[in-house]
């Protein structure tokens, strides 16, 4: 070996931090950290102290010769820390381990335990190992499997059998033993050889420690006191490990973990503190098994030995001195000389702890001859002990992948035997011989240990599963096999813990990572194996290895073997490299179940917190207090038709909720009300547990609010504010993130109860979602019934039938969520969040508005006399105008300009409809004029709707809004001035103030068409443009009449009439579907031109005036084929069978499929006659009647006007509409000039 003694310094501390900080802890070697790599070309070797309770290496005193071994030195039996925990145990050359020695190292270091390390176990049982094919004594060993690690005990069969005789158990073991493998078994005595041995060996080593290096026989009065101080020098500074209570290794762990508990989300705090309070060791009194479950080493060491992972527990004493820092003391017998499995006892000894070299002092019959120094890599060629470190490395890989093949199910006790003698090695499953043998399920006394430290494994892998979810797999499958092994009576609280912590590996607030569950796969990527086949593999081997009628026979050798899960059929098979190269290794402990749907995801959760209150529940004895309730009877879910309630009630469910919302402090002194004490156990985990259930109903209320459930969603926020109200009912001040949580909770019952009231026609469906329940989630709700009577949040979860009522309700919820948002406890943590309830609000109180602002609209419709304002409208615009003024201010307190606009735009809506009310009504129902109450209100509708332009700034911030509060403006103004024009305020104003206002108004309305951008308003804009263009033609037209004297006026009108009327043809040309509006602008501008006419005095002037008149007149061609086309069209819908049945012909009084107002094209038909043929007939006569002569092209006018003047007249009155309509196309087209331009607007 290459370690030479300039390699390591094992009492110079490396590392001052003690890797696992869960045992005892000594000063000095305690905080070691040390390390060595030995090898050669065959084999590697490292060893990393973990822990040490012993004190640096102190010089060993060298004997005399002839010093006598055999009698006691002055020290003798004494406690010394060099030696280990009691001085008179030398495990270092004692084959007796405790039974539950590797679970004491298991739970001090937890975190190596399921990944990192292979093999748990004492260096004896090692070494036993290693030893085999060149040993021909037994080995028994139990052998647990805890994901990755393996933990290796001695199961010492013959005192279990002592035991069993006693105590009964293990009956059917100490059976299958004598059947099987030894049928005359009895106890095997130590001989007196082994005892004398053991006595000088002791004696030897105290003599070693004796005094600084003097070697001298024992004087005949020793000074006692001498020793005495030396002992206590050493107990200040090195006290021996673990002489207090068994418990103390679980309680140094408490503390630790405990302090997570509530940041990680974990119960961690209660989940660890099991061993404190239960006292773990005396869960499982087994006289000194108990003893087992602390770790009674003096050193634990992580060894690595090739390629396997070893945390290993030595008690070998370590000297140094001199030029050799470490050295191990070995007393062999002169006359004996040293066989191989001493040398590959000593050799594993002094690798495992890192001694470079071995000190040998050789006696005769006790009386000390001389020593020999040999170096550790020397010690595998020693005379007599020659071996060969590459076999021992091929036996130590061959029995690791033949145990991690073979021992694949977490939570079962495997049982590793050889008999003495024998080449055989056998493994079998002890928990499945139990199950076979119709015992009771605990008489494994490894049971117990076993599920308490998966639990802990579990739990230690969970604070580092936030980090790596590929843990999760393991954490599932651990949980489950501890559950399994528990007794639900006898363990509640782990059990408890357990499934609290199953619940905890569902994450409810994210999706599954999208990796296919590869990172989720326990074991990691090294011992990972391929998943196909394993079923059948499994099903094989419980077909193959198990007795199918369950029976124990004796039948022969092939038979003896059927019981055992793998053979090793000869021993000599160890040493051949890779014998047992396992193909898949070890097994991962299954894979974490992904599902991409939420709600199973939170039934698996609620499933799981179920069976925890039941666990917790089940040690609650004040039952009698409670009303008896049955599991299986349904808890009716309140259904109310809360628009009967008085106000009052509703306000006092109302004070309920926000008061529940508040922050709590809940008297911690008395029991609650199921007799739970507060502080214990169980009520820290039904806290836990209830609010892990409110945040699984939490999430299932929101995922059916996504699909538009909304009866089920609110069924599941009732769940989770009746959990949040147990949890309250128990609670003290609740932690921040629960009141951040609660605060959300409230926020999605109020947009449930508001999307419920804007979905009022589906109420059947949603009250039949409401009022379904499952059996987990009744007896969930029985569980809570328990603690609370879960009725603070009623007012806020019953199905109401009055949109109204739920729109209240909606309102009140996030009020109360805004108060814990902004409340003391919150006011830092809940930034984000206070945007969020406040854009609720402001949603909120808009709909209120809305609501109030449309009952207000339907009164107004419903009356049938315009009569003066009522109250109940007027109770209806305070109510929509006071929620909208708080709206607004609910945006603006988080900058959000373009809701802010919105809300001034719907007040702007309501203003509009407060001057719709106040319009004046006149006996025969028929409006009065235009009033001042309804300018007021138009005016302040302008206002809001200016504000709501100022509060987006621009187009680009909100192209949506814009436009819409664009088009409302101009909307606006335009209903402004044309109430203005047509119910003209005379008797207030004149006649000129009016026109000034209806310009004004009417120009302001034109300056909002937005005729440029392309959008689905564009038409409208176009439309309303023209219409603008026409009243303001019209009224021009108006004034030009009416207008006497003053003649610079008069030629003012008449051009802006002109003006007017061309820009209005204009557009309604651009336009397809206004037809009748197109002809009435046209025979409006042909009657302006008439009018003008009648005005001149020269022919030559009327000439050109009625000439521009009937050119006016022949636009109208394109009006009368827009109506034609239409008309057209509706007969040919009517023609159809089915449409034909079903309509009646047309008459010409009725409307139209089309939206063509027939009566309307009558109407204007009836003006366009006359007005043509008046046209026609005042130019005959003029053209007839002139002085000069007419030119070749006038004559042919004249003609054309005679052909079409006679045809008009001759014309039948009452022919079908379309053909007067084709003839007057016609008429006109032969009036037009051929320029080739004319189908352009066809």
């Given at each position: 070996?290459?370690?030479?003694?300039?390699?390591?310094?094992?009492?110079?501390?490396?590392?001052?931090?003690?890797?696992?900080?869960?045992?005892?802890?000594?000063?000095?070697?305690?905080?070691?950290?040390?390390?060595?790599c030995?090898?050669?070309?065959?084999?590697?070797?490292?060893?990393?102290?973990?822990?040490?309770?012993?004190?640096?290496?102190?010089?060993?005193?060298?004997?005399?010769?002839?010093?006598?071994?055999?009698?006691?030195?002055?020290?003798?039996?004494?406690?010394?820390?060099?030696?280990?925990?009691?001085?008179?145990?030398?495990?270092?050359?004692?084959?007796?381990?405790?039974?539950f020695?590797?679970?004491?190292?298991?739970?001090?270091?937890?975190?190596?335990?399921?990944?990192?390390?292979?093999?748990?176990?004492?260096?004896?049982?090692?070494?036993?190992l290693?030893?085999?094919?060149?040993?021909?004594?037994?080995?028994s060993?139990?052998?647990?499997?805890?994901?990755?690690?393996?933990?290796?005990?001695?199961?010492?069969?013959?005192?279990?059998?002592m035991?069993?005789?006693q105590?009964?158990?293990?009956?059917?073991?100490?059976?299958?033993?004598?059947?099987?493998?030894?049928?005359?078994?009895?106890?095997k005595k130590?001989?007196?050889?082994?005892?004398?041995?053991?006595a000088?060996?002791?004696?030897?080593?105290?003599?070693?420690?004796?005094?600084?290096?003097?070697?001298?026989?024992?004087?005949?009065?020793?000074?006692?006191?001498?020793?005495?101080?030396?002992?206590?020098?050493y107990?200040?500074?090195?006290?021996?490990?673990?002489?207090?209570?068994?418990?103390?290794?679980?309680?140094?762990?408490?503390?630790?973990?405990?302090?997570?508990?509530?940041?990680?989300?974990?119960?961690?705090?209660?989940?660890?503190?099991?061993?404190?309070?239960?006292?773990?060791?005396?869960?499982?009194?087994e006289?000194?098994?108990?003893?087992?479950?602390?770790?009674?080493?003096?050193?634990n060491?992580?060894w690595?030995?090739?390629?396997?992972?070893?945390?290993?527990?030595?008690?070998?004493?370590?000297?140094?001195?001199g030029?050799?820092?470490?050295?191990?003391?070995?007393?062999?017998?002169?006359?004996?000389?040293?066989?191989?499995?001493?040398?590959?006892?000593?050799?594993?000894?002094?690798?495992?702890?890192?001694?470079?070299e071995?000190?040998?002092?050789?006696?005769?019959?006790?009386?000390?001859?001389?020593?020999?120094?040999?170096?550790?890599?020397?010690i595998?060629?020693?005379e007599?002990?020659?071996?060969?470190?590459?076999?021992?490395?091929?036996?130590?890989?061959?029995?690791?992948?033949?145990?991690?093949?073979?021992?694949?199910?977490?939570?079962?006790?495997?049982?590793?035997?050889?008999a003495?003698?024998?080449?055989?090695?056998?493994?079998?499953?002890?928990?499945?011989?139990?199950?076979?043998?119709?015992?009771e399920?605990?008489?494994?006394?490894?049971?117990?240990?076993?599920?308490?430290?998966?639990?802990?494994?579990?739990?230690?892998?969970?604070?580092?599963?936030?980090?790596?979810?590929k843990?999760?797999?393991?954490?599932?499958?651990?949980?489950?096999?501890?559950?399994k092994?528990?007794?639900?009576?006898?363990?509640?609280?782990?059990?408890?813990?357990?499934?609290?912590?199953?619940?905890?590996?569902?994450?409810?607030?994210?999706?599954?990572?999208?990796?296919?569950?590869?990172?989720?796969?326990?074991?990691?990527?090294?011992?990972?194996?391929?998943?196909?086949?394993?079923?059948?593999?499994?099903?094989?081997?419980?077909?193959?290895?198990?007795?199918?009628n369950?029976?124990?026979?004796?039948?022969?050798?092939?038979?003896?073997?059927?019981?055992?899960v793998?053979?090793?059929?000869?021993?000599?098979?160890?040493?051949?490299?890779?014998?047992?190269?396992?193909?898949?290794?070890?097994?991962?402990?299954?894979?974490?179940?992904?599902?991409?749907?939420?709600?199973?995801?939170?039934?698996?959760?609620?499933?799981?917190?179920?069976?925890?209150?039941?666990?917790?529940?089940?040690?609650?004895?004040?039952?009698?207090?409670?009303?008896?309730?049955?599991?299986?009877?349904?808890?009716?879910?309140k259904?109310?038709?809360?628009?009967?309630?008085?106000?009052?009630?509703?306000?006092?469910?109302?004070?309920?909720?926000?008061?529940?919302?508040?922050?709590l402090?809940?008297?911690?002194?008395?029991?609650?009300?199921?007799?739970?004490i507060?502080?214990?156990?169980?009520?820290?985990?039904?806290?836990?547990?209830?609010l892990?259930a409110s945040?699984?109903?939490?999430?299932?209320?929101?995922?059916?609010?996504?699909?538009?459930?909304?009866?089920?969603?609110?069924?599941?926020?009732?769940?989770?504010?009746?959990?949040?109200?147990?949890?309250?009912?128990?609670?003290?001040?609740?932690?921040?993130?629960?009141?951040?949580?609660?605060?959300?909770?409230?926020?999605?019952?109020?947009?449930?109860q508001?999307?419920?009231?804007?979905?009022?026609?589906?109420?059947?469906?949603?009250?039949?979602e409401?009022?379904?329940?499952?059996?987990?989630?009744?007896?969930?709700?029985?569980?809570?019934?328990?603690?609370?009577?879960?009725?603070?949040?009623?007012?806020?979860?019953d199905?109401a039938?009055?949109?109204?009522?739920?729109?209240?309700?909606?309102?009140?919820?996030?009020?109360?969520s805004?108060?814990?948002?902004?409340?003391?406890?919150?006011?830092?943590?809940?930034?984000?969040?206070?945007?969020?309830?406040?854009?609720?609000?402001g949603?909120?109180?808009?709909?209120?508005?809305?609501?109030?602002?449309?009952?207000?609209?339907?009164?107004?419709?419903?009356?049938?006399?315009?009569?003066?304002?009522?109250?109940?409208?007027?109770?209806?615009?305070?109510?929509?105008?006071?929620?909208?003024?708080?709206?607004?201010?609910?945006?603006?307190?988080?900058?959000?300009?373009?809701?802010?606009?919105?809300?001034?735009?719907?007040?702007?809506?309501?203003?509009?409809?407060?001057?719709?009310?106040?319009?004046?009504?006149?006996?025969?129902?028929?409006?009065?004029?235009?009033?001042?109450?309804e300018?007021?209100?138009?005016?302040?509708?302008?206002?809001?709707?200016?504000?709501?332009?100022?509060?987006?700034?621009?187009?680009?911030?909100?192209?949506?809004?814009?436009?819409?509060?664009?088009?409302?403006?101009?909307?606006?103004?335009?209903t402004?001035?044309?109430?203005?024009?047509?119910?003209?305020?005379?008797?207030?104003?004149?006649q000129?103030?009016?026109?000034?206002?209806?310009?004004?108004?009417?120009?302001?309305?034109?300056?909002?068409?937005?005729?440029?951008?392309?959008?689905?308003?564009?038409?409208?804009?176009?439309?309303r443009?023209?219409?603008?263009?026409?009243?303001?033609?019209?009224?021009?037209?108006?004034?030009?009449?009416?207008?006497?004297?003053?003649?610079?006026?008069?030629?003012?009108?008449?051009?802006?009439?002109?003006?007017?009327?061309s820009?209005?043809?204009?557009?309604?040309?651009?336009?397809k579907?206004?037809?009748?509006?197109?002809?009435?602008?046209?025979?409006?501008?042909?009657?302006?031109?008439?009018?003008?006419?009648?005005?001149?005095?020269?022919?030559?002037?009327?000439?050109?005036?009625?000439?521009?008149?009937?050119?006016?007149?022949?636009?109208?061609?394109?009006?009368?084929?827009?109506?034609?086309?239409?008309?057209l069209?509706?007969?040919?819908?009517?023609?159809?069978?089915?449409?034909?049945?079903?309509?009646?012909?047309?008459?010409?009084?009725?409307?139209?499929?089309?939206?063509?107002?027939?009566?309307?094209?009558?109407?204007?038909?009836?003006?366009?006659?006359?007005?043509?043929?008046?046209?026609?007939?005042?130019?005959?006569?003029?053209?007839?009647?002139?002085?000069?002569?007419?030119?070749?092209?006038?004559?042919?006018?004249?003609?054309?006007?005679?052909?079409?003047?006679?045809?008009?007249?001759?014309?039948?009155?009452?022919?079908?509409?379309?053909?007067?309509?084709?003839?007057?196309?016609?008429?006109?087209?032969?009036?037009?000039?051929?320029?080739?331009?004319?189908?352009?607007?066809?």
């Open positions: 070996m290459s370690a030479s003694s300039g390699d390591r310094e094992p009492g110079i501390p490396q590392d001052n931090a003690k890797e696992d900080g869960s045992g005892s802890t000594c000063a000095g070697e305690s905080s070691k950290h040390d390390s060595v030995t090898g050669t070309s065959e084999i590697k070797s490292r060893a990393v102290v973990k822990y040490s309770a012993a004190p640096p290496p102190a010089s060993y005193a060298l004997l005399q010769e002839k010093t006598d071994l055999k009698l006691p030195p002055a020290n003798w039996l004494r406690e010394n820390p060099q030696l280990g925990s009691a001085g008179t145990t030398i495990l270092g050359s004692s084959s007796k381990s405790k039974p020695s590797s679970f004491g190292m298991a739970y001090e270091f937890i975190d190596c335990i399921g990944d990192d390390v292979d093999v748990v176990s004492d260096s004896e049982n090692i070494k036993k290693l030893k085999i094919p060149y040993s021909k004594s037994h080995v060993m139990a052998v647990h499997r805890v994901g990755r690690t393996l933990l290796l005990d001695e199961l010492d069969i013959q005192e279990l059998f035991r069993s005789s105590t009964g158990d293990w009956t059917w073991l100490k059976e299958f033993y004598q059947r099987l493998i030894d049928q005359k078994w009895q106890r130590k001989s007196k050889e082994h005892w004398y041995q053991k000088i060996l002791s004696k030897f080593l105290y003599y070693s420690i004796n005094g600084d290096g003097a070697a001298e026989p024992v004087p005949d009065n020793p000074d006692v006191a001498e020793e005495e101080n030396e002992a206590e020098e107990s200040s500074s090195w006290p021996t490990a673990f002489t207090s209570a068994a418990s103390d290794t679980e309680e140094s762990d408490a503390p630790k973990q405990e302090s997570v508990s509530m940041d990680s989300n974990f119960g961690l705090g209660q989940v660890t503190s099991v061993p404190k309070e239960q006292n773990l060791p005396m869960l499982f009194d006289g000194e098994n108990s003893q087992g479950l602390r770790n009674d080493f003096v050193r060491i992580m690595t030995f090739e390629d396997i992972h070893m945390l290993v527990g030595s008690n070998m004493p370590i000297f140094g001195g030029r050799y820092p470490a050295v191990s003391l070995r007393l062999r017998d002169n006359n004996k000389p040293i066989n191989i499995l001493t040398g590959i006892d000593y050799w594993l000894d002094n690798l495992m702890c890192n001694v470079p071995l000190v040998m002092c050789f006696h005769v019959n006790g009386i000390v001859q001389k020593y020999e120094m040999i170096k550790t890599e020397d595998p060629h020693l007599n002990s020659n071996f060969s470190t590459r076999v021992v490395k091929d036996i130590a890989q061959n029995i690791l992948s033949f145990l991690k093949s073979n021992c694949t199910k977490e939570g079962h006790t495997y049982w590793l035997f050889k003495s003698g024998s080449d055989i090695v056998k493994l079998y499953d002890l928990t499945t011989l139990c199950e076979e043998a119709e015992e399920k605990c008489q494994n006394p490894f049971t117990l240990p076993v599920a308490v430290l998966l639990y802990r494994v579990a739990s230690n892998l969970m604070l580092k599963a936030r980090q790596n979810r843990h999760y797999g393991t954490i599932r499958t651990l949980l489950l096999n501890c559950v092994l528990m007794d639900e009576e006898r363990h509640p609280q782990i059990i408890a813990s357990a499934h609290y912590m199953l619940s905890e590996l569902f994450q409810l607030d994210e999706a599954p990572e999208e990796d296919g569950g590869e990172s989720l796969r326990a074991g990691g990527s090294e011992d990972s194996y391929s998943d196909e086949d394993r079923e059948e593999e499994e099903e094989e081997e419980l077909t193959e290895d198990s007795d199918e369950g029976s124990y026979s004796s039948g022969s050798s092939p038979q003896d073997d059927s019981k055992a793998a053979v090793i059929r000869s021993v000599g098979e160890l040493s051949v490299p890779e014998k047992y190269k396992s193909t898949h290794q070890i097994r991962p402990s299954g894979v974490f179940p992904v599902s991409q749907d939420k709600e199973e995801r939170c039934r698996h959760v609620l499933s799981y917190v179920l069976k925890g209150l039941k666990a917790v529940d089940g040690t609650i004895k004040k039952e009698s207090d409670l009303p008896a309730a049955d599991p299986n009877t349904p808890i009716p879910l259904y109310e038709d809360r628009s009967a309630i008085g106000a009052c009630a509703a306000e006092q469910g109302i004070s309920l909720l926000l008061e529940r919302a508040r922050t402090q809940v008297d911690q002194k008395h029991p609650t009300r199921s007799g739970m507060p502080c214990s156990w169980q009520h820290r985990m039904k806290l836990q547990l209830f892990k945040k699984a109903y939490y999430v299932l209320s929101d995922a059916a609010t996504n699909l538009l459930k909304y009866g089920r969603a609110l069924r599941y926020i009732k769940l989770s504010l009746q959990c949040y109200d147990a949890y309250c009912s128990v609670s003290g001040t609740p932690h921040p993130q629960v009141l951040q949580f609660h605060s959300q909770c409230l926020s999605l019952c109020g947009d449930i508001l999307m419920l009231a804007q979905n009022a026609n589906n109420r059947a469906a949603y009250l039949e409401y009022s379904y329940q499952t059996k987990e989630d009744q007896e969930i709700l029985h569980s809570l019934h328990r603690e609370s009577s879960c009725q603070a949040f009623n007012m806020a979860t199905l039938t009055d949109p109204e009522y739920q729109l209240f309700v909606s309102s009140k919820c996030y009020e109360a805004y108060e814990l948002v902004i409340s003391e406890a919150l006011k830092d943590h809940a930034t984000d969040q206070l945007a969020q309830v406040l854009k609720r609000l949603n909120i109180r808009n709909e209120m508005g809305v609501y109030y602002m449309n009952q207000a609209a339907a009164m107004q419709t419903e009356k049938e006399v315009k009569k003066s304002v009522s109250i109940a409208e007027q109770e209806m615009w305070k109510k929509s105008f006071a929620f909208f003024e708080k709206g607004m201010k609910d945006f603006k307190a988080i900058g959000d300009s373009t809701n802010t606009a919105l809300l001034l735009c719907n007040t702007g809506r309501l203003m509009r409809i407060c001057a719709q009310a106040h319009c004046a009504g006149v006996a025969d129902q028929s409006r009065g004029e235009f009033s001042p109450e300018a007021l209100y138009y005016n302040k509708a302008i206002d809001y709707y200016s504000r709501a332009m100022k509060s987006l700034a621009s187009r680009e911030n909100h192209p949506a809004v814009w436009d819409s509060v664009n088009w409302e403006l101009s909307t606006t103004y335009f402004l001035a044309t109430l203005l024009q047509d119910y003209a305020p005379l008797s207030r104003k004149a000129e103030q009016i026109e000034r206002e209806v310009t004004e108004a009417m120009m302001k309305s034109l300056k909002y068409c937005d005729l440029q951008t392309e959008s689905a308003r564009q038409p409208l804009y176009q439309f443009a023209a219409t603008i263009h026409h009243r303001l033609a019209s009224m021009y037209h108006s004034c030009f009449r009416n207008q006497v004297g003053d003649e610079h006026l008069r030629k003012q009108h008449r051009s802006l009439a002109e003006l007017h009327y820009k209005a043809v204009c557009l309604f040309l651009s336009l579907d206004a037809p009748c509006e197109l002809l009435r602008t046209l025979l409006e501008r042909v009657a302006f031109a008439e009018f003008t006419m009648a005005g001149q005095s020269s022919n030559a002037a009327k000439l050109k005036s009625l000439t521009g008149a009937l050119e006016i007149m022949t636009e109208t061609r394109h009006a009368f084929r827009l109506i034609h086309k239409e008309l069209e509706e007969q040919i819908e009517l023609s159809e069978p089915d449409a034909a049945e079903s309509a009646e012909s047309p008459d010409l009084v009725g409307g139209s499929s089309s939206g063509l107002n027939l009566q309307e094209v009558m109407k204007l038909i009836g003006v366009f006659e006359p007005s043509f043929s008046f046209l026609l007939l005042q130019l005959i006569k003029l053209m007839t009647t002139m002085k000069r002569k007419p030119s070749s092209k006038d004559e042919e006018l004249l003609k054309t006007y005679k052909n079409v003047y006679s045809k008009l007249l001759r014309a039948e009155k009452n022919a079908p509409l379309p053909c007067r309509i084709e003839l007057h196309i016609e008429l006109l087209q032969q009036l037009t000039p051929q320029t080739g331009s004319d189908d352009m607007h066809s």
